[in-house]
């Protein structure tokens, strides 16, 4: 949609699948009740939200992040055992600052939607672009509602009433990262979700996969791995999904209930730095 009469602020969809731009707005101001209306339904709509030409502090994307919903905490440490902080950045820095191929952790660049191994994990995601490389860096998102509807009819018979155990230590281990240490592990034990989850605004059905998966309860440990890998392949297809390149100022915001995600190392990470903050929200509990 364009800007309405009266509003100072264009949304205009990004694709067909999924994906919206919103330009006109400055998100260190306070936003009125009807902006943030629009927002959500426009988010709820188009699950991956582009706000453009945005340069907010810290604290000015926590403010935002706080229309809505609660911020959300952190499982993950730095290397020196911190607990991570509600606006946190993420790079592709060494502890000296410079740029590098082998960062700390590599999990961004695996397919996963986020704090799915929180007992209430998370409803949304929002990365603000601080520093970019030349080109490259793309973030995909793919619709996991478009990979459950285009199952066939016996697939989502067989696994509809499917849970499965999702944790940081599977997910250390699923992307071949140093293993989860006492500390994480104490602070979020495995959890059990729905493998077909129902959107709760929305009411559609999603696949609830990704890195973060352990396994199907009831299931040989095989099979399940087998079976997750499967649909995880199929709903991140190149034809569910969609290819975020950045610039400059982009806030990107979107919907960890119907979306998995990545990074792409596409660039020279020796040479350039990436550089973003970052704040996630509290979801709901899946059914």
């Not at 694709?15 to 731009?21: H, I, R, S």
């Not at 704090?115 to 080109?135: F, M, Q």
């Not at 973030?139 to 696994?159: C, D, M, S, V, W």
Request: charged share 25%; net charge neutral.
């Amino acid at each position: 949609m364009n800007a309405a009469p009266g509003r100072a602020y264009d949304i205009r969809p990004l694709g067909e699948l999924m994906g919206a731009e919103i330009e006109g707005l400055n998100l260190s101001e306070a936003l009125n009740a009807t902006t943030i209306n629009e927002i959500l339904d426009a988010f709820l709509d188009h699950h991956v939200l582009v706000f453009r030409n945005q340069n907010l502090t810290k604290d000015a994307q926590l403010a935002f992040t706080k229309y809505f919903g609660e911020p959300e905490d952190h499982v993950h440490r730095t290397p020196s055992g911190k607990i991570l902080p509600p606006v946190h950045i993420v790079n592709n820095l060494d502890p000296s600052g410079k740029p590098t191929s082998k960062p700390y952790t590599t999990g961004n660049y695996h397919w996963h939607t986020d704090k799915s191994y929180h007992a209430v994990p998370s409803l949304a995601t929002l990365l603000h672009a601080i520093e970019l490389p030349p080109a490259g860096g793309d973030t995909l998102f793919a619709n996991t509602r478009r990979g459950y509807e285009t199952l066939p009819e016996e697939t989502k018979q067989r696994i509809a009433n499917f849970r499965v155990v999702h944790s940081w230590e599977a997910s250390r281990r699923n992307t071949g990262n140093a293993p989860a240490t006492e500390a994480e592990i104490r602070d979020r034990p495995p959890v059990t979700h729905p493998l077909v989850r129902t959107h709760p605004s929305t009411g559609k059905k999603t696949l609830y996969v990704g890195m973060h998966t352990s396994h199907i309860e009831g299931m040989p440990e095989s099979e399940s791995r087998a079976l997750l890998d499967s649909l995880a392949t199929h709903t991140t297809k190149p034809e569910f999904v969609y290819t975020h390149n950045w610039r400059a100022g982009d806030l990107v915001m979107w919907d960890n209930r119907c979306l998995l995600h990545r990074a792409d190392a596409n660039y020279d990470m020796d040479k350039h730095r990436r550089i973003l903050y970052r704040t996630v929200i509290k979801g709901s509990l899946p059914f």
